[in-house]
C-alpha cells in the first residue's frame, strides 16, 4: 500500500448536478467522505460557485472541530433523509453535532459532580 504521504490528492466537482439535478452540497459531503476513507486530499472545483465554496469551507471545518467520522456522519445523513427535515443538509448536520456535543458534555459534567 501507498504511503499516506505519497499519495496524490483527488480532483474534483459536482459530478451529477448538472442535467441529473443533483445536490452539490450532498455531493461534494459524499466525495469527502470517500477521500477521508481513502486517506487521500480533495481538491474541490465548485466552478466559481462562491455560495457552495464557502459552505463547504466552513463544513468541512466543523467536522474536523467536532471530529466527526465517516461513519457517523453516514449515520446522521441516512436520519436526515428519513426526517423530512426543512432545514437544509448542512444546518442539520450543524445542529445535530452541537447538540450531541452539548449533551455529552453535559453528562461529562454531570458526572464529575458525582
Not at 63 to 88: A, D, F, M, P
Request: proline content about 2%; glycine content about 6%.
Amino acid at each position: 500500500m501507498t504511503p499516506v504521504v505519497n499519495r496524490s490528492a483527488i480532483a474534483t466537482g459536482n459530478w451529477g448536478c448538472g442535467a441529473f439535478g443533483g445536490d452539490p452540497r450532498l455531493k461534494a459531503l459524499l466525495q469527502l467522505m470517500a477521500a477521508a476513507e481513502c486517506q487521500r486530499d480533495m481538491a474541490y472545483f465548485t466552478f466559481n460557485d462562491a455560495s457552495l465554496c464557502s459552505d463547504l469551507h466552513n463544513i468541512h471545518a466543523f467536522l474536523i472541530r467536532h471530529e466527526v467520522t465517516v461513519r457517523s456522519l453516514l449515520n446522521v445523513l441516512q436520519q436526515y433523509s428519513k426526517s423530512g427535515q426543512s432545514l437544509s443538509l448542512y444546518d442539520y448536520i450543524y445542529q445535530f453535532y452541537t447538540k450531541y456535543n452539548e449533551s455529552t458534555d453535559e453528562e461529562d459534567q454531570n458526572a464529575s459532580n458525582t
